[in-house]
């Protein structure tokens, strides 16, 4: 290949990836990129200098932002603009939140990750998992008169009276309706989120919704969340306050 060819291939590889965020790797400008180090070399510095990186998975090859330094980060504005019930930065956090409990499910034990791999988690499982940890996180920090919160970072009040406050959810002519101002509809948000990188699939039936993890899910839960550089630590820690929260005894907000 011409060096023009060879920019032109790598352009065209980081700006569909820009555009999709993965690829198959059979995908024709994928092969080119595992096949010519040339090309590989030319799409590492147009990351390098956009601040993502490029990870090559089993199935598919991921385009994933920096968590700090990128000109791609998503800030809080535009997150608002691809979440249609948000009304303030509680419901972010707790879009966030349930997220993180959706990958403690998979990022787990064999037997627990089959079972949802199978089965799917429904919206009344992670609606029941969210009540479940925001009521051991608020009781830890009552106990220490608000350090949880300081030494996590975490708005734990907050995160806890918007989630009690909330309603369970709508139900319109026996169908039940992800409406804002429910427990449901923020949960529905979350998912959404999720959906449009094509990490889960979700069945929208009348009394429920069923999420089950697609193998972008997976690949990207590896290249993302073993490779956090700073951050790896706080998520690793995170993960084990869910994991702590969902094996205490408490109940329902």
């Not at 995908?27 to 090559?56: C, F, H, M, P, Q």
């Not at 992670?126 to 106990?143: A, P, Q």
Request: aromatic residues 12%; glycine residues 4%; positive net charge.
């Amino acid at each position: 290949m011409t060096q023009n060819e060879i920019q032109k291939t790598a352009g065209d590889l980081f700006f569909t990836l820009l555009d999709k965020g993965y690829l198959p790797c059979d995908n024709l400008l994928v092969i080119s990129y595992i096949d010519s180090d040339e090309i590989r070399s030319y799409v590492k510095t147009l990351a390098n200098s956009a601040g993502v990186k490029i990870v090559k998975k089993e199935k598919y090859i991921h385009m994933l932002v920096n968590p700090y330094g990128s000109i791609f980060a998503s800030s809080l504005t535009d997150l608002k603009k691809r979440v249609k019930n948000y009304e303030s930065k509680i419901d972010l956090y707790l879009m966030g939140i349930i997220c993180l409990i959706l990958f403690s499910e998979a990022d787990t034990d064999m037997s627990t990750k089959i079972n949802w791999e199978n089965e799917g988690i429904t919206y009344q499982q992670l609606e029941e998992l969210t009540t479940k940890i925001l009521n051991y996180w608020k009781t830890i920090d009552d106990k220490n008169d608000g350090k949880f919160s300081v030494k996590w970072s975490l708005t734990i009040k907050n995160l806890y009276n918007k989630w009690k406050l909330l309603h369970y959810n709508k139900v319109t002519n026996g169908k039940i309706r992800y409406s804002k101002n429910t427990k449901f509809g923020i949960i529905d948000d979350a998912m959404k989120i999720l959906e449009k990188d094509k990490m889960v699939f979700t069945r929208r039936l009348h009394q429920t919704s069923i999420v089950t993890p697609t193998v972008v899910f997976y690949e990207r839960l590896q290249a993302r969340f073993g490779n956090l550089g700073k951050y790896q630590d706080r998520y690793e820690l995170l993960k084990s306050l869910i994991n702590e929260a969902k094996n205490s005894d408490e109940v329902t907000i």
